[in-house]
T-cell receptor, first 114, second 115 residues
Framework: NAGVTQTPKFQVLKTGQSMTLQCAQD?????MSWYRQDPGMGLRLIHY???????DQGEVPNGYNVSRSTTEDFPLRLLSAAPSQTSVYFC?????????????FGSGTRLTVV | GDSVTQMEGPVTLSEEAFLTINCTYT??????LFWYVQYPGEGLQLLLK?????DKGSNKGFEATYRKETTSFHLEKGSVQVSDSAVYFC??????????????FGKGTHLIIQP
């Protein structure tokens, strides 16, 4: 059981380049979300999804796009990278239900924009 | 909106010392509360959780009790080990949405245990 898989683990981009961070889960979880982790800021929610075809914005969505065409995959797109997007990105997934089970996190993607 | 406040670090303790990391929250409804741990170079792992008032979550010797009256969820451990060195995050999810809209995190507390 792989859990939540994120690729790549490391990436360096030049300002203005675009890229997609991949996230896949094999637990049939309905809920998925993306966070960024910055020093002294904790983790902040970028976008989330409650199921295939349904996405919504979190606390810091600017500069990022998402889509969810399948239950398993939830890619995060940077359309025009900026140095302010240098961060560690985490994808997470969870079951749907009234009693939250806690989210399972991937191992992260460390992105540097130069 | 919802928010989580936890004590700033780093917190440095000697092995076998007693640990408390404070966490308080602000939420409009009745959230579920979590502690996550992040070891160096890794992702976050769920340490423990509590879904309603007076619940006690526990795991690996760590405990936290959901206190609605003080809006707190402090993390405790009676005797810490060097292997407990990590960053600890307090977090909440909105039960009204079934946790669909993700987690709200505190800023994290870096714990350093010295032998």
């Amino acid at each position: 059981n792989a859990g939540v898989t994120q690729t790549p683990k490391f990436q360096v981009l030049k300002t203005g380049q675009s890229m997609t961070l991949q996230c896949a889960q094999d637990m049939n979880h309905e809920y998925m979300s993306w966070y960024r982790q910055d020093p002294g800021m904790g983790l902040r929610l970028i976008h989330y999804s409650v199921g295939a075809g349904i996405t919504d914005q979190g606390e810091v969505p600017n500069g990022y796009n998402v889509s969810r065409s399948t239950t398993e995959d939830f890619p995060l797109r940077l359309l025009s990278a900026a140095p302010s997007q240098t961060s560690v990105y985490f994808c997470a997934s969870s079951y749907r239900g009234t009693g939250p089970f806690g989210y399972t996190f991937g191992s992260g993607t460390r992105l540097t924009v130069v | 909106g919802d928010s989580v406040t936890q004590m700033e670090g780093p917190v440095t303790l000697s092995e076998e010392a007693f640990l408390t990391i404070n966490c308080t929250y602000t939420a409009t409804g009745y959230p579920s509360l979590f502690w996550y741990v992040q070891y160096p170079g890794e992702g976050l792992q769920l340490l423990l959780k509590a879904t309603k008032a007076d619940d006690k979550g526990s795991n690996k010797g760590f405990e936290a009790t959901y206190r609605k009256e003080t809006t707190s969820f402090h993390l405790e451990k009676g005797s810490v080990q060097v292997s407990d060195s990590a960053v600890y995050f307090c977090a909440l999810s909105d039960n009204a949405g079934g946790g669909a809209d993700g987690l709200t995190f505190g800023k994290g507390t870096h714990l350093i245990i010295q032998p």
